[in-house]
Every structure is written in structure tokens, then in C-alpha cells.
């Protein structure tokens, strides 16, 4: 067949496609197979309807058949697909929790709103923390009453809240039981990060996803957010760190002086760590309100043995003397007094199934012995 152009026009003249197939190899191929089994001769003339049809519904099956093939493929090197799918279905279902579903939000945000805390699903209180009553009174001061009362806080540039605050100290101490208390009694929005949170094997989207962080928190302003194990999220830089991650805390500290810049903003990053040596010192400097939380001391171990008993039925609880008690856990951390109390209790319980585990032995000797004592005397 000679070289030329050639029309495919249906009955009522509607052109289909236009192929140079003398001078494109790559075109011919395609036609082929798009027109299967019809002859060569017949591209010189009219379709008709029926071979029109024919002609569109294979070019159906062949753009189904390579967008499913091109998805599959994709979902195939991305396995962390369906993972996102949740992720989002999450939180859709937060965002209509907290009336925020009408708010425009971005693919990167979205995936921060997963993490997002409802104040009224946090179950812990002031009251649940034990021994750290002038901690807590300072918290509220420097912390709540800024986020809460920002009318008396807004007219000058030194009543200004802070927007770092860095919880310190042992581990088991009551830091993040603390954040929690403080998110919510002061009924902010508190965005819990990680660290794999920000982490993409995409070049460039830890960047996307740490600037979402904070354009989430604006937009849904009041807003803690909270970073547990700070040092291992943000520790000191050093020339072997990779360059993802470098860039991530550079970024991230960017955006966290734009937060300080304004002055309406009501955002405020709230850090907890048991290394702060090993947080970078750039960071150090962006929280200037900082608290130790210590190793309890003997007044307070008391105080909070008495806050873990008091919801128990132990009904020798007088008999207890929790000031001995307190005196002989010396350098023991609010943790530590839990996991004593726990072990105590699973102790009597272990206990008592090994008493009735014993009796139940002697009731069967028993009748079994009385059993082969009737069966000789029958004899």
C-alpha cells in the first residue's frame, strides 16, 4: 500500500484518527492493533456503523485495560497505598469529629490530621497527676492561660505565650502524662508527632509533610504540638547526618520562627524528652520555657501510691503503711510505683488461683479415696 494519509471517517463523516502510516512505523503498529483482525484495503474507505462501534470499543478496552494496568503497577511499588487509604478514611472521620469536615485541607495535611487528638477523647486530668502540684500550678500559668485568656496576652510583645516548651528528666516521671493533662484542661487541638510521620521515601516530601504539620496547626488553631523523645526527632546536627534529614530540621526550624513572627498565632510546639543534652541546641533555644521533672521524692512517692491505690477494693489498705512504703522506694520514678502496685496485685490473684487450684486437688483425692474405700468393702 502506498504511502500517504489517510481518514477514518464513520457513515456520517466524523473523522476518528489521522496516521501517516508510510512514514511512522510506531503509528501502523498501533492501528494494528487497535483494528485487530480488519484488512489493510479497507482503511481506504468509509466505516461503517457497526465497524465504527467495533473500533471505539476496542479502543475502550485498550485505555481500560492500560489505566487498571498502570494502577496495579503503581500500587505495586508503592505498598504504603492502602496504609494512606486508612489513614485518610481516619481522618475524615476526626475531622467531622472536631467540625472541621468544611475546612480545605491538602494531601500532606490530611495525613497529619490522622494524628490529631479530640481533647474530649483524652482521658487523663490534673487529677490523675500525683506529687507535682507547683509544676502543674506553673503549667497553667505559663502554658493554659495564654492559649486560653489570648485577649490579655495579645496588647504587648513581652506577654507574648511561649511557643516552646521543653518537659525534662527521667524516664517514668510523668512528661508525657503531663502533655496529656495539659491538652486537655487548656481543650486544644494536639497533634501528636512522630518521627515516621514525617519520614518519605519520596526526595522531597518530609519537607511537604513537616510544612503541613504547621499549616494544619494554623489552621485549626488553638494547637499543641507535642513531640515525644524530642532528641531523637531533633538532635544535635553532625556532617554524617543524611541530607533528607537535615533538610527536614531545617525546614522544620524555619517554620517554627514563623510561628514566633506572629504575633496572633496560637500554636505552640511542646516537646518532652530524658536526654535533652542530645536535643540540638537551635532547638533548645526555640523552647525558652523549659521544666525539670524529677525523681519523686519521698513525700510525693507517698502521694502517688495513694493516687494509684485509691481506685482499688484492697481492703487492708489502712493496714498499709504507705509512708514506710515511700521510705523504702527510694529512687523509684512514678512508673516504677505502678508496676510495683501492678505486681502486688497479680501476686495475690497468682495466689489465690494457687489456693483454690489446691483445694480442688483435696476434693478429688477425697472422693476418689472414698470411692476405691466402698469398692473394698463391697469385697
Known amino acids: 500500500m502506498a504511502s500517504g494519509v489517510y481518514i477514518l471517517t464513520s457513515p456520517i463523516s466524523i473523522p476518528l484518527c489521522n496516521f501517516n502510516l508510510g512514514s511512522s512505523l510506531g503509528a501502523r503498529n498501533t492501528l494494528e492493533i487497535l483494528l485487530g483482525e480488519l484488512s489493510k484495503d479497507f482503511l481506504t474507505r468509509p466505516l461503517t456503523r457497526n465497524e465504527a462501534c467495533l473500533v471505539l470499543l476496542?479502543?475502550?478496552?485498550?485505555?481500560?485495560t492500560t489505566y487498571f494496568g498502570i494502577k496495579w503497577v503503581s500500587d505495586a511499588l508503592d505498598p504504603a497505598q492502602k496504609q494512606r487509604m486508612q489513614l485518610k478514611k481516619r481522618a475524615e472521620d476526626l475531622m467531622k469529629q472536631i467540625g472541621i469536615e468544611k475546612l480545605k485541607l491538602t494531601e500532606h495535611e490530611m495525613n497529619i490530621v490522622a494524628?490529631?487528638?479530640v481533647p474530649r477523647d483524652i482521658k487523663v486530668t490534673w487529677n490523675d497527676v500525683a506529687g507535682l502540684d507547683e509544676l502543674v500550678s506553673e503549667l497553667r500559668d505559663a502554658v493554659i492561660l495564654p492559649l486560653q485568656q489570648t485577649r490579655l496576652f495579645e496588647r504587648s510583645k513581652l506577654c507574648q505565650p511561649p511557643k516552646g516548651v521543653l518537659l525534662y528528666g527521667p524516664p517514668g516521671c510523668g512528661k508525657t502524662l503531663l502533655a496529656k493533662a495539659m491538652a486537655q484542661a487548656s481543650n486544644c487541638r494536639f497533634i501528636n508527632l512522630q518521627a515516621p510521620t514525617l519520614m518519605d521515601k519520596w526526595y522531597?516530601?518530609?519537607?511537604?509533610?513537616?510544612?503541613?504539620?504547621?499549616?494544619?496547626?494554623?489552621?485549626?488553631?488553638?494547637c499543641i504540638i507535642f513531640i515525644d523523645e524530642i532528641d531523637a526527632f531533633l538532635r544535635n546536627r553532625s556532617r554524617t547526618d543524611h541530607e533528607a534529614t537535615a533538610m527536614m530540621k531545617a525546614e522544620f526550624m524555619s517554620l517554627w520562627d514563623g510561628l514566633q513572627t506572629a504575633s496572633d498565632c496560637q500554636v505552640m510546639v511542646l516537646g518532652a524528652t530524658n536526654r535533652p543534652q542530645d536535643v540540638d541546641p537551635a532547638i533548645l533555644r526555640r523552647m525558652p520555657t523549659a521544666f525539670h521533672i524529677a525523681l519523686p521524692t519521698q513525700r510525693q512517692r507517698q502521694e502517688i501510691l495513694k493516687l494509684i491505690l485509691a481506685g482499688e477494693n484492697v481492703s487492708c489498705l489502712n493496714a498499709v503503711n504507705l509512708?514506710?512504703?515511700a521510705e523504702k522506694t527510694r529512687g523509684y520514678s512514678g512508673s516504677d510505683l505502678w508496676e510495683l502496685c501492678r505486681?502486688?496485685?497479680?501476686?495475690?490473684?497468682?495466689d489465690y488461683v494457687r489456693k483454690q487450684q489446691m483445694r480442688q486437688i483435696a476434693?478429688?483425692?477425697?472422693?476418689?479415696g472414698s470411692g476405691i474405700e466402698a469398692m473394698?468393702?463391697?469385697w
Open 363 to 368: 476434693h478429688l483425692l477425697h472422693h476418689r
Open 115 to 117: 494524628h490529631l487528638v
Open 323 to 325: 509512708k514506710e512504703l
Open 343 to 350: 505486681d502486688a496485685a497479680t501476686y495475690r490473684v497468682r
Open 376 to 378: 473394698v468393702a463391697q
Open 204 to 222: 522531597g516530601e518530609s519537607q511537604k509533610l513537616t510544612a503541613a504539620v504547621f499549616s494544619l496547626a494554623i489552621k485549626i488553631q488553638p
Open 58 to 64: 476496542r479502543v475502550a478496552v485498550f485505555g481500560a
